[in-house]
């Protein structure tokens, strides 16, 4: 019964099992760097949940059977002495299992119920099927059983504290399966759209077709490519509640949020073989633009967080993400884009920039998402030479926009506040060797040996050429044998996991090489590509990684690590191919 896998192998306690479009996961980890014992279905609506626990079972004791747990994308087996279990979705809310010589349980992760919590059971008539409701994901889990017997059921309709949940079992055949849904109130009973090994094929085949359109330059050298791409595409959810657009969350493990810098990563990976798709992750936080023109902090199925704000790195994502795209915006898109540009701006400009005050500054850390970053132990509400780039490059993209949209005083205009912003800061933050921060309140400066303090080289060919010779020697102090760390080691505050006070992060690995690149500094570009490349290669996605060890950190399956791999890849090999 063992169907074929195909695609690169993975493991569950790394990257969730899933299929772009779904809201839910198969997955140990349950929460925050927690991980259960047993595989659960985690569900993202309403936050992350683990809803079910999916456990195999002995036949012969009715004890948890001890098993390997293989992935590849499409198929998802647990393997033991006495028998296999497979699973692989049939589309984004239900997923087919069927298992040969092992029962199968599947059971309420919560084992209390309340009021206001946990996991209602019961059995439907109406669709002869068992049904799960959840408090904390407000949807219903259907169990269906298609072939087989119920080896037993428990706490039907049962309150207060209990197990929860069925048993399947194999008849004559010696074999059986199942169905299990996420759905809202109510649906017809489930039918079975094809064979299990059809739909293994189906869900094999819907990833190849996404791999090869996405990374068709991939090969022997770039080895990650189709894990890195399994990472984005599993990681995708159709639009649902607050989510307006088909969107990859940064992680379907606990950072199951789409943040207004992450998605900008994302979409420039996606924009050559997905363009579609691309074009949602751009947009997706605009939609969610306030009166004032700011983004959100991060936008997931049930929460839209104004808080606090994220760098205003989209002007340059946009300039980017243009080149990339396989057909020009259209008029009226490249309108409403510059209008939204237009008023991002703005918020900078106004809400974040002092009376008399020619930049802009930061309220708190986490505005920057450089969040613990050194640059901010004096102070919190600073201006600093980064936001300044980056507001730089995005005047610049708009008057170029601009310029397009025949707007031609407005070009002029946001030509002349670039030139402005750049002006000041060279004046105000550069001392002649390196920038400095300084407090928006008392106008006092500090230095750091944070690698945020060197971003302004994303400015690239913008630079005076002294000052981007500076930055790239400055630049080197923070390379290790697997990327740029956050923090210089050498530092007195490095912390080997310390998020962004030492660890090697993707996107400011992605805004260094291409200003670096942009401002002539090649075989330093090069340098930092090679070694973050080798890193992912050899330890994965992560949300960040030990610097000095190359060993993932904190949620190990993130989105925009991965889709900084995939255009550091292709870069990388249209440039061989030269």
Known sequence: MTAAPSGPAFSVHDIPFSVSGS??????????KTYAEDLHLVSHQNGMHGVLRLVPLDPERGERAETRVEATPGLLAWTGRQGRVELTYESPDTVRLRGSGLDFGVLAAARTLTPFSGT????????????????????????????????????????????????????????????????????????????????????????????????????????????????????????????????????????????????????????????????????????????????????????????????????????????RLAEPLDRAELTKVYRRLERWTDFWLTARRAPGAALSHYQHGNDSGWDNATTFDPARVVVTADLAAFLTLQLHELARLAGELDLSDE????????????????????????????????????????????????????????????????????????????????????????????????PATILIEDGLRRAGHHRLADDISTRFRALCETHGFAENFDALTGTGLRDRAYTWTAAAYLLLAEAHAHRDSR
């Open 120 to 323: 209602y059971f019961f059995h439907d008539p109406a669709a002869n099927a068992h049904v799960f409701t959840s408090y904390e994901t407000g949807r219903r889990y259907r169990v269906t059983v298609l072939s087989g017997a119920l080896a037993g059921t428990a706490g039907a309709q049962a309150l207060g504290s209990g197990d929860r949940g069925v048993t399947v079992t194999a008849q004559a055949d010696g074999r059986w399966e199942l169905a299990i849904e996420e759905f809202d109130a109510a649906r017809p009973p489930y039918v079975s759209s094809a064979p299990f090994d059809d739909i293994v094929a189906a869900a094999q085949g819907a990833f190849a077709d996404f791999v090869n359109a996405v990374a068709p330059w991939r090969s022997d050298a770039t080895p990650a490519a189709e894990l890195a791409v399994y990472v984005v595409w599993s990681a995708t959810v159709a639009a649902k509640g607050l989510v307006t657009r088909p969107a990859v969350l940064m992680s379907k493990h606990w950072m199951d949020k789409v943040w207004s810098w992450d998605h900008c990563f994302n979409a420039l990976a996606l924009a050559p073989g997905a363009p579609a798709l691309a074009w949602d992750q751009f947009s997706l936080p605009f939609d969610h633009q306030d009166e004032s023109g700011a983004l959100p902090d991060s936008v997931t199925h049930s929460e839209v967080l104004y808080n606090f704000v994220k760098p205003p790195i989209h002007g340059w994502a946009l300039g980017h993400l243009r080149k």
């Open 411 to 506: 070009a002029r205009r946001w030509s002349l506040t670039a030139e402005d912003t750049q002006a000041a800061l060279l004046d105000e933050l550069w001392t002649g060797e390196r920038f400095v921060a300084r407090g928006a309140d008392t106008g006092e400066t500090w230095s750091s040996a944070s690698l945020l303090d060197l971003m302004p080289i994303a400015l690239g060919e913008h630079l005076p050429g002294d000052v981007s010779s500076a930055l790239a020697d400055q630049i080197k102090a923070h390379l290790t044998p697997y990327g740029l760390a956050t923090e210089q080691p050498t530092s007195p505050h490095y912390l080997a996991d310390g998020y962004w006070r030492g660890p090697i992060w993707a």
């Open 23 to 32: 809201w839910f996961d198969i997955s140990p980890v349950v929460a925050e």
